[in-house]
């Protein structure tokens, strides 16, 4: 059973605003604080501070049987067919699951953002019994784009409102924002009962700004990580994109674990035919060595062709997807798909 922070830790609710004007906003930054600090910013004694840190440890557990458990999960599974056959035999044939955290890893123009909004169409046409969240951090969401793509699918008006109405877009330009509505999200949960998935696109961009394996870094990565989670376990699937770079065999290892001195490099820098394509080299998704731990699928998309002028009027744009990893399943070879104006088909 989930305790809130703020029950947890027995605070108030003035007391959980200062704290997170302070950036305390989990029971992990709390921790990481100094009783002194925590005792400084609520003008409590250090005493009271150290016993509610105690209290976290010693707090009571539901206790529950393996098969138990499993009944309460199979219970709330939902599937989510996205009608892209591409995606959905990856996962079975079935599509994506309640509770999955998917990562969607590849180059720039490599599709992700387009995979995004037609998964957005397919699965909002076909129910109309959930929400969806899009965690914008790249400001380039755009519904006109989604509408396009409904057009020349010659979906009604009525449905074409009923499907926007349902997505709601946050945009944010750090991981503090983030931390922020996840955290709202958390902790209010009667107002979120119909969201269903939360995309975010991407989660490379608002991590730009760190660099190195600082221990503010860590936390800021940790306390994202926590929230994922403990969203997963209440059947909110995550669609997340992140950027994937390569190197060959001359690669500094080291340089490379950070992902980051690859966000400020050009991607297409080689001059042979296979400039576009990861698959062919060493793959790493950004954001290190314990960000490629959090999520359960990993899904790489892949150049086949790159026209540098098209119109998607008279050309698709061919690539490829693949499973790249999962904790669940052997990684799969790379399928076609193809990106045109009515979406990825």
């Known amino acids: 059973m989930e305790h809130s922070f703020q029950t947890r830790l027995n605070l108030t609710t003035s007391e959980v605003e200062i704290l997170k004007q302070h950036g305390i906003f989990s029971i992990h930054t709390f921790l990481s604080h100094s009783d002194r600090e925590i005792g400084k910013i609520l003008n409590i004694s250090t005493s009271v501070i150290a016993e509610r840190k105690k209290n976290i440890y010693f707090c009571n557990i539901d206790v529950i049987n393996s098969w138990d458990c499993l009944q309460e999960y199979m219970g709330k599974l939902e599937l989510f067919r996205t009608n892209i056959e591409q995606f959905d035999e990856l996962f079975s044939g079935n599509g994506m699951s309640s509770g999955d955290l998917i990562e969607i890893i590849g180059l720039p123009a490599s599709g992700k953002t387009m995979l995004l909004n037609t998964i957005i169409i397919n699965t909002l046409e076909q129910a109309d019994d959930f929400n969806i969240l899009f965690i914008d951090t790249k400001y380039d969401?755009?519904?006109?784009?989604?509408?396009?793509?409904?057009?020349n699918r010659k979906i009604t008006t009525n449905v074409q409102s009923s499907i926007l109405k349902r997505v709601t877009v946050e945009r944010v330009s750090t991981v503090e924002d983030i931390i922020k509505v996840l955290r709202y999200i958390l902790d209010t949960p009667t107002q979120h009962e119909k969201l269903k998935i939360i995309m975010i696109d991407s989660i490379t961009v608002p991590f730009y700004f760190y660099t190195g394996h600082t221990l503010f870094t860590l936390n800021l990565m940790t306390e994202v990580v926590e929230?994922?989670?403990?969203?997963?376990?209440?059947?909110?699937?995550?669609?997340?994109?992140?950027?994937?770079?390569?190197?060959?065999?001359f690669g500094d290892d080291q340089a490379c674990d950070t992902g980051q001195e690859n966000l400020n490099s050009n991607p297409f820098s080689s001059s042979d035919d296979s400039q576009y394509s990861v698959s062919k080299k060493k793959v790493k998704p950004a954001l290190g060595k314990y960000w490629e731990t959090v999520c359960e699928h990993k899904v790489l998309l892949d150049f086949n062709d790159y026209p540098h002028d098209?119109?998607?009027?008279?050309?698709?744009?061919?690539?490829s997807i693949s499973l790249f990893s999962s904790k669940f399943a052997a990684p799969t070879?790379?399928?076609?798909?193809?990106i045109t104006n009515k979406g990825i088909t």
């Open 141 to 151: 969401f755009q519904p006109i784009k989604l509408s396009k793509i409904m057009d």
């Open 227 to 249: 929230l994922l989670r403990m969203l997963s376990r209440r059947n909110i699937a995550f669609l997340i994109t992140n950027h994937a770079y390569h190197w060959d065999s």
């Open 310 to 319: 098209f119109d998607f009027d008279f050309f698709k744009i061919e690539r």
């Open 333 to 338: 070879s790379p399928k076609l798909f193809h």
